[in-house]
């Protein structure tokens, strides 16, 4: 069992929105994670859950992060964006050796704005070396792109040049492997 490292500043969820006019950039560290992964058998991983603090998203521009929680993410009503992770479809390499990565081919389904959608996605696994302790360390990151419409999100109609319908999503974290 895997578990996120707790407030590690360099994990991150970012979104970016680049729309003819604006381009906005999103981020949060605010993730949580557990993972039961076998590193000797990386496809049969089969369990994963990750949420992320939407109310603690950032832009840069404080009355636009208000406006963006308040009258489009809605966190007041949908503070937590959960993605559970459903199978793993592919791997490049069958094991996940210390100090090597593998490419996975994930599926799973995002909850969002109250909006389950399952999606595929492109996730490289890297693994540190193994610890005193027996442990190790998952450095984890996939991009993927969402359509705001899937999650009936809705695009603010006066600023509808500034904000992209398909957003690109980052995640890049840590986990620690729990005794």
Not at 118 to 141: D, K, M
Not at 163 to 174: C, P
Request: net charge negative.
């Amino acid at each position: 069992m895997f578990e996120m490292l707790p407030n590690d500043k360099q994990n991150s969820v970012r979104f970016v929105s680049d729309a003819p006019t604006e381009k906005i950039v999103g981020k949060t560290n605010q993730i949580s994670a557990t993972l039961e992964l076998d590193p000797d058998n990386v496809a049969a991983t089969a369990v994963g859950v990750f949420e992320v603090d939407l109310t603690t998203l950032k832009t840069g521009i404080g009355l636009r992060d208000r406006h963006m929680r308040e009258n489009h993410l809605e966190t007041d009503e949908f503070p937590v964006a959960i993605f559970r992770l459903i199978r793993v479809i592919s791997t490049d390499k069958p094991a996940l050796i210390p100090g090597e990565q593998v490419q996975v081919d994930a599926e799973g389904e995002l909850i969002l704005h109250g909006v389950a959608k399952t999606y595929r996605i492109p996730v490289t696994v890297r693994r540190a070396a193994v610890t005193e302790s027996g442990g190790s360390e998952l450095r984890i990151s996939a991009e993927w792109t969402l359509k705001l419409a899937d999650h009936k999100i809705a695009r603010p109609e006066l600023l509808f040049l500034k904000l992209a319908e398909e957003q690109q999503i980052s995640v890049d974290f840590t986990m620690a492997e729990k005794p």
